[in-house]
C-alpha cells in the first residue's frame, strides 16, 4: 500500500556533505510527521530529525547545526541534508513516516535504509 524509498548514501571524507532522499509512494491521504533514523553498528537505533507536517523540526544534538530536514509535500518527499560529516555520523539511515492510507487511520512506515560511511 505505502513505499517509502531512500536514496543518496555513500562514502565521503569527513568534513563532507551528502543529501539523503526518502519519496513516499502508494495510496497516501495524507503524511503527519516525516522522520529520518540511523543505526550504528552495535547501537541501538536513534532519531535524527523530525519534520511535521506544520514544517517545524527539531533535531538530536549530535546533530544540531549540521544536518537539515525538508519536505517537498507535492511530491511526499523528505530530505536530509548532511554538512560537516564526522566518522560517527556512520550508520545506516532510515526514513519513517506517519502516513494515513487505506485504514483512514496514521501508520508507521519505514524505509530500507540507506549506508552512509564518513571516512576520517
Known amino acids: 500500500q505505502v513505499q517509502l524509498v531512500e536514496s543518496g548514501g555513500g562514502l565521503v571524507q569527513a568534513g563532507g556533505s551528502l543529501r539523503l532522499s526518502c519519496a513516499a509512494s502508494?495510496?497516501?491521504?495524507?503524511?503527519?510527521?516525516m522522520d529520518w533514523y540511523r543505526q550504528a553498528p552495535g547501537k541501538q537505533r536513534e532519531r535524527v530529525a523530525r519534520?511535521?507536517?506544520?514544517?517545524?523540526?527539531n533535531y538530536a544534538d549530535s546533530v544540531k547545526g549540521r544536518f537539515t530536514i525538508s519536505r517537498d509535500n507535492t511530491k511526499n518527499t523528505t530530505y536530509l541534508q548532511m554538512n560537516s560529516l564526522k566518522p560517527e555520523d556512520t550508520a545506516v539511515y532510515y526514513c519513517?513516516?506517519?502516513?494515513?492510507?487505506?485504514?483512514?487511520?496514521?501508520?508507521?512506515?519505514w524505509g530500507q535504509g540507506t549506508q552512509v560511511t564518513v571516512s576520517s
Open positions: 519513517n513516516s506517519e502516513i494515513v492510507s487505506v485504514l483512514r487511520r496514521p501508520q508507521s512506515f
Open positions: 502508494g495510496v497516501i491521504f495524507s503524511i503527519n510527521a
Open positions: 519534520i511535521i507536517s506544520g514544517g517545524s523540526t
